[in-house]
């Protein structure tokens, strides 16, 4: 075995797979087989369709390519399972995914599990570089998708009348006690000079959107140790904050009045806020960072307590000075290429490109983000209206 | 026991009721968990919800006012399994029952054994006349959603790209191979000349708008004694029936503009035409009756074959002379009050009279209505542009 | 001159053609040119529209077959002014009229004159007897869009927040004076033992919708003998009516909860309700019959009162007997074709037929039905939600 | 008069600001007064209502507050043209404005005398500097109206079936002669070594987007200095860039599966391509620059080409070297605010800022710009979906 090197590599990566590939599934194992079903809305998938795609990602990209003999599973299952690559064929239309019954839970393990072996299989047969990064890729793939499973499924709950709880209390796979847990309470700010910085990926593994590490240029700038607390967010609503048509962009404020005045999953009932959570019900939990709220609830907030949004450079070159990661953090930066951005070739030439227009740049990581799935180069984004992810914001403001 | 009759009427009566309730629940045998949640359009409702909505029903219309000591199985699923009961109180949204995973079907069937032991309970307990009644009317009402589940399932899976059989053959619960069994041919008409003659429902069981029995007048006409054919109605696909706006009605030219042309479930495929059954995916039966069409394609295949649908007082008037019960047969009325029409009263006064808009009669029933429910005062509705049902036509004409 | 007669009923042919065509324009007199562009909703139609509508109608029924040496004033027009004939090609959808500021008014006034002059002179030049019985349906239908131009100009003015007059007072076209004027309060019903009645055209000119005559069984029932006033419309109102899902059709109901809770034009303000009248708003006059209510409305209302609505068999039968034709009448028949119904030939075959399903009859005439086009057999028909028609209802009853 | 200064600047600012006004009707003179009416998509608002609204925009933010004594025209004008200013109260729905068919247009030409004489007097009566820098502005704001009134205009004469030429040949106002005249052709690139650069505005009149001038950092780059002709943008289509999934954005895909695969107002007959322009329908002229295409389709063009789009800070440091002004050039980037961005403060808040999200920056200016309006430091911007604009794109690349 010479390309992917030593025995030791072998085993490390084989357990890095089967690890990832496990916990999929140990998220899934408190619901019942009704809950792997639904798609409430089109952006939240049935958990029973993230287990075929992270599935369906590794027989498209790497056993199609690198495992000759691979025989895949089932005929269909490309077109059932396939999210958004062109490349790859038609497929079942995204907010479609709700309507399929089959194939079930247990025929889908069935599918995981026969991927599982030829990918083993592939690992202990000295595969190509190129195999090597592809099955990295699919890893991470995974542990992306292992993040919207959890939200997913906190979703699919929560629209339920009955509003069951995921978990009662942390197990092995979920420490759902810290979903809501107190942050440090702290006004400290941290300042920066700014100038020309250096931000992006240039070494390990990375995504291709956090490439080519590159200056930019930076006024001084300041950013909060702390991120927005639920206490601090309450202040917000109850100083009219939802009614206020300056404090909004003009897209936000459409928004806004169309929709209840507070984060998701919030319900003002009996005299007091309460919030569903992966356990269920409870009161709101004031000292939590805030989250739960999209781009402009985001930019509202920051508008009224008159700071503003980070930009993704600022947020990069400070973030070694203060803690982050239980929160996706919305920066001021549309999602756009780098300077010198070229797309990974291939299949995966479709990952991250071609999403780069409508939509805004998060930063730092979330409760729901797998360990060791983070690191500070890394560029999250969704559309400026969503906020079923673990959303959060960290103030900044401009210094003289 | 005086007021409900003997142990004799107790024992028919508890036996009536428990068979119609295990029927429900053998019509889903052959699903799998997953396959009892998806909704994939607003008329096609999850088999968890048709099982937890006739329950609610004896709930709601038997127990809350006959068994004074019922406890409610919970106090959410009223919320959740009223269909559309606006004296019931505030409901989940028809179009959002497939976003819910919870309660599963194993709850369910869990509420539907406590509302069983609860009407068994009752029935031995010398109840009303009018709790009878009611007892009945839930029955019938079960019973109408037993054909609706048959469908649905149908639907539920013949949209999934796996399309999966629901039975490979015949069980005790659901004779599958007749779903498309030939028909006797027979081109024969039969005469009537019409006149004074009366219709609608005088004894026994009958649903309110099958009430009361009256005169109505007919000019001379004829019905043919045997259902169009798969066979007639590919003549009037090859003619290019589908793409001719002179045989349509307004309203059924856009919709035959935005559809496929061919009835639902038919698939054109390696030089032929197949079909979706409930034993997968099969060519035409050419000799069986035409089904899954919808009003604008019945009309627009009568004024293409010279004929016209007949009214609902020409089929009841003469529906002794020929057989019928394989498909629900599309009339030219419109579904509208009887003279002298009173709704049932109480809850279930919202029971068929305020559905009197915009929907087309069906008469006879189908190879889905389960034994029993049938008679050919029986007054079926839907809107014009469905056709899940198992719909079909008989020809009429007019004669001198 | 053979087929079409004497010179005399040449005259008397030119003089009604020619004063209908004029009596279109002179209803447009009060307008800016600017009002006859905007379609603010889908039902009504530019008078713009209006006037090139009547015109191609002539051109493409009467003198595209019967006027060899007729030039069409613009290849164009047919697709800019056909309505709905498919026969006729293809036409701007119905939706996009609004779009449209070219052809001018002043264009359209010299497609106007064209078309007359080709008109009159095929009436002198001893047409056929077909060519005159398609002149005549032009006029009729000219007359059936002079309703629908005072009622969209209605519409028009209304939705405008300056809300404009259309004319202070009374001319010698319309008399708006009498729009809301009171009717002489009778609560007087009219009994009929029913039976076997006739109904439907036998001679002079009739649409094909209201043809054959035919015998039809009618149960005993009685009509009041006035209409329903604001004011009793007004107690329906206070009295939560439109609150009230018991009172309401299921499809009424979803549309109540999105609708005001008023008659269209109402709007309550300083205490009162006022309503816009083609002389502006003014306060809603208490003793005029009530208007703009649809069927859903009309349904509700007689369900309050413990009425229901004739059926359209019941309303001809009497008509002898009551006064009629300020309110269209809704009555409780779906628009179905008679026993025996040919639709008209040739180009007019779709002028009726194709609309019999989901529209509602109504029965009578109104404040903006053109004298001399009223006839008690006439069927007019929209959908049950529509009502900016001058629509209103007569209360029927059943009786022993 | 001390403030505004001297006689002459008084002379100066009434001369300019009556010659802007007079050149917004001018540009309506070739329309007949129907055309003044429609607003075939929300994005195209009717010649009337720009006419009005940039009268209100004096009335609103100049007069109310600087002239005690001016009289409101009409008191409801506020509400019929107020565009999108939160702190102005209730206006008209933006899709709405087509409905509306009063104010005539006679009427709101008085409405702009009126507004003018108040201006007029008010620049005679020793303004404020403050209520100088207001009109200033509204000379600005009715300028950028004029870009719309053309464009808005030529997309109702476009979508009208019988494409009615705005104009046959030039006159004072309008040169349609240059709309799509030839660019001298020319392949030349020109280079730049980035670095910090500065951009942005800092004297005379700018917008509050363009300003603070601020620093930020390039990579070496090169734009081209001719813009893509029709004939390259031929070479795509024909080489099937409309049916290449590699080249697209992903929501651009989508876009492009739903429309014609050309350029807005492009149609292809007769076995050639021709477009609408202000002259009529010609064919297409292959030696002028693209023009009406979204971001989407300039984004795909150079994916294809192998170019890029620019970023606005590029485009704005080269902007001297490069001939600019016949269409507004798409970048990448995305509409943020500069560093250090502070809206202008009272009614005017409103006027960029709350439109930084979704939308793309566009640089230089067009055929429809008015003379006088255009600077390098410009910031323009729309959704990246729309192309009634006359839009073009300069290639730009990365360079060692």
Known sequence: MTEAGSDDRVAKLTQRFLATRLHSVELCRPLANEDYVPQPIADVSPPKWHLGHTSWFFEAVVLSAH???HRPFHPQFGFLFNSYYESQGERV???KRGDLSRPTVAEILSYREHVNRAIVELISNAPSSEAVALIELGIEHEQQH????????KYILAVNPLQPAYLASSNATVDVDSEFAHQAATGQWLSSDGGLVQ???????????????HRTWLEPFALRASLVTQREYLEFIDDGGYKNANLWLSEGWDWANQNNHAPLYWLYSDGQWQQYTLQGVKPVAVDAPITHINFFEAAAFCQWAGWRL???AEWESLASRFTWGRRWEWTQSAYAPYPGFVPSGGVVAEYNGKFMVNQM???GASF????GHSRATYRNFFHPQLRWQYTGLRPAKDIA
Chains 1, 2, 3, 4 share one sequence.
């Open 67 to 69: 495992a000759s003999s």
């Open 93 to 95: 239309m995204r907010h």
């Open 146 to 153: 292992q993040e919207l499973l959890l939200t997913d499924i």
């Open 199 to 213: 931000i992006g990926a240039e070494i390990d593994f990375s995504f291709d959107n956090e490439r080519p590490r």
């Open 310 to 312: 980070p930009r993704e």
């Open 361 to 363: 740049v998060l930063r």
């Open 368 to 371: 729901a983000t797998p360990a």
